[in-house]
Nanobody, 115 residues
Framework: QVQLVESGGGLVQPGGSLRLSCLAS????????MGWYRQAPGKQRELVAT???????GYAASVKGRFTISRDNAKNMVYLQMNSLKPEDTAIYYC?????????WGQGTQVTVSS
């Protein structure tokens, strides 16, 4: 079955960095578009960054210039490098794989930015 497993979350001070990882199994990873989303308490889930199967990347305005998405098709992994973290980046971060009308989600990893 399809599994997306996120890791790398944690507690970090404002201005710090974290690198999230997502390992995919049960799918042909290289043909899927991949994305990172986040959901803060009391808010709707929102797009953070995407990388298509041909490597095109996109970012939410709130993270552009601070976050970088990347993928390694040989390892079935997608990453999110987060720099200059702010308290408003605190959320559960989810990995998503998309192929045509099909979406697959991971369980999420908590990121808390606080002093």
């Amino acid at each position: 079955q399809v599994q997306l497993v996120e890791s790398g979350g944690g507690l970090v001070q404002p201005g710090g960095s974290l690198r999230l990882s997502c390992l995919a199994s049960g799918i042909i990873f290289r043909i899927h578009d991949m994305g990172w989303y986040r959901q803060a308490p009391g808010k709707q889930r929102e797009l953070v960054a995407t990388v298509t199967n041909d490597g095109s990347m996109g970012y939410a305005a709130s993270v552009k210039g601070r976050f970088t998405i990347s993928r390694d098709n040989a390892k079935n992994m997608v990453y999110l490098q987060m720099n200059s973290l702010k308290p408003e980046d605190t959320a559960i971060y989810y990995c998503k794989a998309t192929l045509r009308a099909y979406d697959y989600w991971g369980q999420g990893t908590q990121v808390t930015v606080s002093s």
